[in-house]
């Protein structure tokens, strides 16, 4: 079961079938295996601070969002035997992800928190990315990672959000 292949857009021989495994994509063996984790819904429910804050400061598009991606990364992480669930939390990461991307390099101006952003967001990818790795190795050391990941997650989003506030007012 590979979540993120350690091959970079390698040609693999698999089952007499040929692909090119690409870092980004997600191969379909995923489903062959059921991953609850409690704590992975916990640090899924951390999204709704960010949510919260949005509603508060009246930044609603982000907010629906962040609450979009918030219950569809609830309801993987309830239930990872759910294609649809995958395919839905993993989407709606990353359209949230680019999102919040554009509106940070937007709307964070002040040097010292665009600083703070780009250290944020290293450890959100290399968490991601250990995640990852480890996943595929067998280690159960990967859901710490993933959590960490869910953690830098929120702290991005809330960096953005209030920036936005700032800016607004």
């Known amino acids: 079961m590979k979540i993120f292949p350690l091959e970079s857009l390698t040609l693999c021989l698999n089952k007499n079938t040929t692909y090119i495994q690409d870092p980004l994509l997600i191969s379909h063996d995923i489903f062959q295996e059921t991953i609850p984790s ?5 640090t899924s429910s951390l999204f709704f601070i960010p949510a919260l804050y949005g509603f508060y400061y009246s930044i609603h598009g982000l907010s629906i ?3 979009t991606t918030a219950l569809f990364s ?3 992480w309830s239930n990872t035997e759910s294609r649809i669930g995958f395919f839905l ?3 709606f990461a990353r359209f949230s ?3 919040y991307f554009i509106y940070g390099y937007k709307y964070i101006t002040n040097p010292t928190i665009r600083y703070n952003c780009y ?3 290293c450890l959100m990818i290399s968490c991601y990315v ?5 996943y595929n190795l067998g280690r159960p050391e990967w859901v ?3 959590m960490a990941f869910h953690f830098f997650t929120t702290i991005g989003k809330l960096l953005v959000l209030s920036q936005i506030r700032n800016n607004k007012l």
């Open 97 to 99: 992800g680019i999102t």
């Open 65 to 67: 969002i962040t609450t």
């Open 130 to 134: 250990f995640s990852n790795i480890l």
């Open 89 to 91: 939390d993993v989407f």
């Open 119 to 121: 250290f944020n967001t």
């Open 74 to 76: 609830i309801n993987y």
């Open 38 to 42: 409690k704590e992975l819904i916990y």
């Open 144 to 146: 710490k990672f993933h």
